[in-house]
């Protein structure tokens, strides 16, 4: 089976135990993401699991892309495969039910740091604050 042939036998066995959700920790250049990606294409050819039941988190959106691509090589489709970072996740998420919430809708922006310390300092400006209490305004704001 084309899924299982360029893992070694440790990833082997991890795959053909995986039952469930997965967590792998590994240094670096250990296989994990080839064992993250071939398990997903194992239980989506061989297993039968739709890629819409699928959610796999990474920490970046260059390794999500790459596992996206990795797995394309040997499935082919898939379509629904949720594999982004915690914060994409969560952002599709929101964008996805906000409507639920009343009065809200899909429509809103995701400040940067720099956005939100642009923005914190014109508030503080129009409410004519002391401007060196900056950091004590975003802390509680934080903290809030």
């Given at each position: 089976m084309d899924i299982l042939k360029?893992?070694?036998?440790?990833?082997?066995q991890a795959l053909l135990n995986c039952k469930g959700a997965v967590l792998v920790t590994a240094g670096a250049g250990s296989g994990?993401?080839?064992?993250?990606?071939?398990?997903?294409?194992?239980i989506i050819k061989e297993q039968g699991i739709s890629p819409q039941n699928i959610l796999a988190i990474t920490f970046?959106?260059?390794?999500?892309?790459?596992?996206?691509?990795?797995?394309y090589n040997l499935v082919?489709?898939?379509?629904?495969l949720w594999i982004s970072t915690f914060h994409s996740m969560c952002l599709k998420m929101l964008r996805q039910n906000i409507s639920k919430l009343d009065g809200y809708t899909n429509?809103?922006?995701?400040?940067?740091d720099s956005d939100s310390d642009k923005l914190l300092k014109q508030v503080i400006k129009d409410l004519s604050l002391p401007l060196e209490n900056e950091k004590h305004y975003a802390?509680?704001?934080?903290?809030?």
């Amino acid at each position: 089976m084309d899924i299982l042939k360029d893992l070694n036998e440790a990833q082997k066995q991890a795959l053909l135990n995986c039952k469930g959700a997965v967590l792998v920790t590994a240094g670096a250049g250990s296989g994990k993401t080839k064992l993250l990606t071939n398990t997903i294409a194992y239980i989506i050819k061989e297993q039968g699991i739709s890629p819409q039941n699928i959610l796999a988190i990474t920490f970046t959106n260059k390794a999500a892309n790459e596992m996206k691509n990795r797995i394309y090589n040997l499935v082919g489709s898939v379509s629904g495969l949720w594999i982004s970072t915690f914060h994409s996740m969560c952002l599709k998420m929101l964008r996805q039910n906000i409507s639920k919430l009343d009065g809200y809708t899909n429509e809103f922006s995701v400040y940067s740091d720099s956005d939100s310390d642009k923005l914190l300092k014109q508030v503080i400006k129009d409410l004519s604050l002391p401007l060196e209490n900056e950091k004590h305004y975003a802390t509680v704001i934080s903290y809030c």
